[in-house]
């Protein structure tokens, strides 16, 4: 059999990551990169069978920086047939300038504390959340074949709309590493004046300032793209941080622990672990052959936290209906069918135990 093709665009961190997963799958790997001794690197290194461009591959996966990722992915779709994705922290902006059913916007959460080559390994993704982004005028086909691709590298898949995306990931992601940065920022100006400090820090402040350790080049575009989703997570966190200093200054004991105590709890209930195959039930959704019908279902199931471990379709003879399968967490089922009932589906489920 002809192993399945796929193009990377940027052979840093995430792309070469993807490269030695995917040719770990069987794939056969082509790559490029902006800096064309990067792209060498990445063959060097097990990440590429090739570089150079692939016009047949099945999907091209675009890693670069997000300000350049719209333009590129227009190149690799004006290439070929196949179906492209990117895995840029913004998705609303890059989603809308490409504007292509066959494109679809990817986010993996998942990173190093190194840079590049030295950290990219085939294994990066597993356990990881790795975003989805249909829309109305995605392709089912191309997202199925999108979802396939990642959830072997070992991710767990999430569905949600463009914007919903930048929203969540400014608050978890972006001001998560703008506040890093600006504590390690506050410790650096202190160690000056104070040789200890640093010397001084503690695992807690360790914990807390990591993220700041990464590379600061992807932040520009980064925070221009989501200006207005990042702004707006500041100022909540302004409000908030005002707020606990309120708390503190009145040396309020009560509303000090009221607060940390539903922190801890909210903290120890983030979500870690992947269901066996034995405690997953399949939901099966009769659906109309029309445009948005697959990023409906599939973000309702994001808005509910209901991870989708596997999809298929199963287009209709007569070509006007099909049925979405869904495999879920058995204990997500029923909340995601009484919720697709209110939406007008009619599903049905099945335990695979």
């Known amino acids: 059999m002809t192993a399945p093709r796929a193009a990377i665009v940027g052979t840093g961190l995430i792309g070469a990551s993807i490269g030695l997963a995917l040719r770990a799958h069987g794939w056969h790997v082509t790559g490029t990169d902006a800096d064309e001794a990067r792209a060498k690197e990445a063959l060097a290194h097990g990440a590429l069978d090739e570089v150079g461009v692939d016009p047949v591959a099945d999907v091209t996966f675009v890693a ?20 492209v994705t990117d895995v840029g922290s913004v ?5 809308a300038a490409v504007g292509s059913p066959r494109f679809i916007g990817g986010h993996p959460m998942a990173g190093s504390e190194q840079d590049g ?6 294994t990066l993704f597993a356990g990881a959340t790795w975003v989805l982004t249909p829309t109305e005028a995605t392709d089912a086909e ?3 074949l999108v979802r396939s691709v990642v959830a072997t590298l ?3 898949v999430v569905a949600i709309a463009p914007d919903r995306h930048d929203a969540l990931v400014a608050l978890v992601s972006h001001v998560p590493h703008l506040v890093a940065a600006t504590l390690m920022g506050l410790a650096a100006d202190g160690a000056e004046e104070h040789a200890q400090l640093l010397r001084l ?4 402040f360790r914990d807390m300032t990591r993220i700041a350790a990464g590379h600061p080049g992807i932040w520009p575009d980064i925070c221009a793209e989501n200006r207005a989703a ?4 500041l100022d909540t966190l302004l409000a908030a941080l005002s707020g606990m200093r309120g708390v503190v200054d009145a040396g309020d004991r009560s509303g000090l622990l009221t607060s940390l105590e539903a922190a801890r709890a909210a903290r120890s209930n983030l979500p870690t672990a992947v269901a066996h195959p034995e405690d997953l039930t399949e939901v099966r959704v009769p659906v109309a052959d029309r445009p948005g019908v697959l990023a409906e279902v599939t973000t309702l199931a994001g808005e509910l936290s209901v991870n989708i471990v596997d999809l298929e379709i199963a287009h209709s003879a007569e070509g006007e209906r099909g049925v979405l399968v869904l495999v879920v967490d058995t204990g997500d089922a029923e909340r995601l069918r009484l919720a697709l009932l209110d939406r007008g589906y009619r599903p049905s489920t099945r335990g695979l135990a």
């Open 117 to 122: 080559l030295d950290g990219a390994h085939a």
């Open 91 to 95: 998705k609303g902006p890059i989603v």
């Open 154 to 156: 070992g991710a767990e």
């Open 230 to 233: 990042i702004v707006a997570a």
């Open 64 to 83: 670069t920086p997000v300000s350049s990722v719209a333009t590129l992915a227009r190149e690799a779709l004006a290439r070929g047939g196949g179906v």
């Open 142 to 144: 191309a997202y199925a």
């Open 201 to 204: 820090a503690a695992g807690g």
